[in-house]
């Protein structure tokens, strides 16, 4: 294998880049095949020094000249799929500068009234790490690079999640400190939970709230952004942050795959994904992105899945983009609520001791039904002023599911029954409609004054309706925790001694702000607020009694604030202080049995951290401490509202993504947590929330031969771990779900065809070890159980 390069950064992280340019890009092959090979981007309009500057960062190229041609100049930024030689081309369209690949594959950039080349200069460099990305582009206001950013961001891109094999987003959350999977309803739904605090909603899709009740299909996945703490200016959050999902966009080069993996319990799953320009267009492209999944699982439960997903991206000559997405998910899986706990005394639960593919639903088919369609539109309009631009989404999902289940409502001693014996109902919600809208339009650009200002400022709406029908039948007692089908249970939901009927609506309107002031060349402040007017509106219908109840919270307001801090201790280094708070209207209808209307819980964080590259950009460490407060806080359990007062969240994480050496990634991370109840309750009170452990750590390498002459070039191998210690199973610490460290490995071979076609072959073993474990709690009687030791295998073409 060659040696590595030593590499030279003289073009500025702090923004200018430095013309007349030249450079050359370095890996196994020569310069020139770097410089004409694609790759995908997705840049948005900006100052050229620093839309360059990035465009260098994400094409591994190094950059050194003198700032003053790029003074003053704007470029419309890159989106698609791009050589080097094309992506500048585009991005200085308008500048008054032209680029200039000579024989040797230097590329250089020069006035374009100037008809001589001017002396080049090599600069050696190597792309970005496969598993690191330094980009939020959809999650930020302002996008920028990461390093630069006073808060804690996890990118967890679509090269790590291949290598894995993630078959779901819990795969991708657990190569992220701190953060953890909650029951999500039987598996049915994201569900996690972010230093401490738990929300099954807090999912966003290209920066939009997108609140649906369902899985996310991976198909469309680019990468994963994990934002810890709260962000002043989307307001409504939970203090823990959000998760956003960045969608795969139509590119302009052809690229086309299929794929298909599998398992030894059942897994069957094939995707294909199509991209390219209209015709021969150099201003629309398109994408489709389709999935087929027809499993089952280890707990012979079923998965059976469709997803389509139909995009088209519009490029004007005057850098006007108009992107339109539809996305189409039927989702059939059974609600697996897991094993169930048994009363052990001196108020203590123990899961029984069963095989862990033991289903207590008996010969009821506990089956969820969901159908979702969502609409995107985004228009980003350049104004007469390069310097600005106006961004507008619009965005419009709605979810019909219907569900029928049985669970355990009593076990052994639990509510006078005879030791082991058990007491299920049948449950049933039908007719459930979620519609969610939205839309935003921002302001974005920049203001020349003596402190140079970043901005963007606009407005938005929000407005979440859920309607549904909850039929429940009587407790069946029959059959035992060792043997749960020796009884049959009836469907009763036709006579159902309980039916509900639940409409409501959530609407709000937000202003917000978010401000950088780079103070100096080394001090950056970020300014965030939020001015949002809420309200809820609930109506309940007993359909038993005909009784109806109806509440309206009225008008409230919140404004939400927040204060950066970013200082370039040295040009590798940066030291960070932020502050944020935030808010989020509690849903007044939860709960089967009762109501409870609850002012809205509020939060605030203060992070410090500080995240460094090295010198060549093989290194990018990230640490971060905060202390976290949330008031108001309620949770359900076991289906019904539990107000537990408020949670403190202290802790610390720090994360490393690495390619010390060409073909070997890593990335790791760990974190630990001191998470307590505050609360007027003494059973709770000072104890750790449940499914929270105090520690989480992770681990992924791997190795790919490279190298063109070695025998064995195409091969790749990777392995992990991943730790969670002690977690309980409620507030009151009655029951012990244990710690896990599950062990992945996997390996994998790329075969080249003709015309840059080329397959890949997965084969590996996920949970090695066979560890036996729980992923999670909703209550005495939804305990998720972690899968065993799984064979998977994958093929996928590219063409």
Same mark, same amino acid.
């Given at each position: ?10 073009? +500025? ?18 310069? /020139? ?19 360059? /500057? ?71 460099? $190597? ?73 099954n909603d807090n999912i966003y899709r290209n920066g939009i709230p997108a609140s649906n009740a ?96 139909? /995009? ?56 969820? !039904? ?29 979810? !019909? ?11 052994? #001693? ?64 029959? =059959? ?13 939901? =036709? ?75 040295? +040009? ?12 989020? #209207? ?58 537990t007062g408020g949670i403190t969240s202290q802790g610390l994480e720090l994360t490393v993504t ?19 109840? !505050? ?13 929270? +452990? ?7 390498? /791997? ?18 771990? $991943? ?28 075969? +080249? ?47």
């Amino acid at each position: 294998m060659p040696s590595q390069p030593t590499l030279h950064r003289a073009w +500025p992280l702090l923004g200018a880049l430095l013309l007349p340019l030249t450079a050359t890009a370095q890996n196994n092959d020569t310069g /020139s095949a770097a410089l004409t090979a694609t790759r995908a981007y997705a840049i948005p309009a900006g100052p050229l020094g620093q839309v360059l /500057s990035r465009f260098a960062s994400e094409s591994g190229l190094m950059f050194s000249a003198a700032a003053t041609l790029t003074e003053g100049k704007r470029s419309p930024g890159l989106r698609g799929e791009y050589s080097v030689e094309e992506g500048l081309a585009r991005l200085l369209q308008g500048s008054g500068l032209r680029h200039r690949l000579t024989g040797d594959g230097t590329l250089t950039l020069e006035r374009q009234e100037q008809t001589h080349a001017l002396q080049a200069v090599s600069v050696t460099g $190597t792309a970005q790490a496969r598993y690191e990305s330094r980009y939020a582009d959809s999650s930020l206001r302002l996008p920028k690079n990461l390093a630069d950013t006073p808060r804690s961001i996890d990118v967890i891109p679509e090269q790590l999640m291949l290598d894995q094999q993630a078959r779901e987003m819990a795969d991708a959350f657990r190569m992220s400190p701190n953060i953890v999977v909650g029951d999500g309803y039987g598996n049915t739904r994201e569900h996690t939970l972010i230093r401490g605090f738990n929300r099954n909603d807090n999912i966003y899709r290209n920066g939009i709230p997108a609140s649906n009740a369902s899985r996310i299909d991976p198909a469309t996945i680019d990468n994963v952004q994990i934002i810890k703490g709260p962000v002043a200016d989307i307001g409504r959050m939970s203090p823990g942050g959000i998760v956003n999902i960045e969608t795969k966009q139509p590119r302009f080069q052809r690229g086309h795959s299929l794929a298909m993996t599998f398992d030894e319990h059942g897994q069957r799953r094939g995707v294909i994904d199509l991209t390219g320009p209209v015709g021969d267009s150099q201003n629309l492209a398109y994408r489709v992105t389709g999935a087929v999944e027809d499993s089952e699982t280890f707990r012979d439960t079923n998965v059976d899945r469709r997803f389509l997903s139909s /995009s088209l991206l519009w490029q004007g000559d005057s850098g006007v983009r108009v992107g339109l997405n539809h996305e189409y998910t039927r989702d059939r899986r059974d609600i697996d609520r897991g094993l169930i706990t048994v009363a052990t005394g001196n108020s203590k639960r123990r899961i029984v001791d069963v095989p862990r593919d033991t289903r207590y639903d008996g010969n009821i088919p506990n089956e969820r !039904d969901s159908e979702v369609h969502l609409g995107e539109l985004s228009v980003i309009i350049p104004l007469a002023n390069p310097a600005w631009e106006i961004d507008n989404k619009l965005f419009y999902s709605q979810e !019909d599911n219907d569900d029928l289940r049985a669970e355990v409502a009593a076990a052994g #001693p639990d509510n006078g029954l005879p030791d082991g014996t058990l007491a299920r109902r049948v449950i049933s919600n039908q007719d459930q409609k979620i519609v969610h809208k939205f839309f935003r339009s921002q302001l974005v650009g920049d203001i020349g004054t003596v402190i140079p200002v970043r901005l963007a400022t606009g407005v938005e709406y929000r407005e979440f309706h859920q309607e549904w029908k909850n039929f429940s039948g009587a407790p069946q007692v029959g =059959g035992t925790v060792q043997d749960p089908d020796s009884f049959t249970l009836v469907n009763d939901i =036709g006579t159902p001694v309980n039916a509900q009927s639940f409409d409501v609506t959530l609407t709000s309107y937000g202003v917000f702000s978010a401000t950088d002031f780079s103070l100096t060349d080394t001090l950056t402040l970020d300014i965030g607020l939020r001015y949002e007017r809420f309200e809820n509106d609930y109506h309940h219908e007993n359909l038993l009694t005909n009784e109806t109840r109806d509440l309206d919270s009225g008008h409230n307001n919140k404004l939400t604030k927040g204060a950066g801090l970013v200082w370039k201790a040295t +040009p590798a280094l940066n030291l960070y202080l932020s502050y944020a708070d935030t808010f989020e #209207p509690q849903n007044i209808y939860t709960g089967n049995q009762q109501v409870i209307q609850q002012d809205p819980s509020e939060g605030r964080q203060v992070e410090a951290g500080a995240k460094w590259h090295s010198e060549d950009n093989r290194y990018f460490i990230t640490a971060a401490v905060f202390d976290l407060r949330e008031d108001d806080v309620v949770e359900t359990v076991n289906g019904e509202p539990v107000p537990t007062g408020g949670i403190t969240s202290q802790g610390l994480e720090l994360t490393v993504t690495a390619n010390p050496v060409t073909g070997f990634n890593l990335r790791a991370g760990v974190g630990v947590l001191d998470a307590e109840i !505050d609360s007027d309750n003494t059973a709770t009170d000072g104890n750790r929330p449940r499914n929270v +452990p105090k520690t989480t750590a992770s681990l992924w390498a /791997s190795y790919e031969f490279q190298n063109a002459e070695n025998i064995l070039k195409g091969l790749g191998v990777g392995g992990g771990v $991943t730790y969670a210690s002690n977690r309980y199973g409620d507030n009151a610490h009655s029951l012990d779900i244990g710690d896990y460290t599950v062990l992945d490995a996997g390996v994998w071979y790329y075969l +080249p065809l003709h015309s840059g076609e080329r397959w890949r072959f997965d084969l590996g073993v996920k949970n090695l070890s066979d560890e036996e474990y729980y992923t999670a709690s909703g209550g005495d009687y939804r305990i998720s159980v972690g899968a065993p030791r799984t064979v998977f295998g994958g093929v996928k073409l590219e063409f």
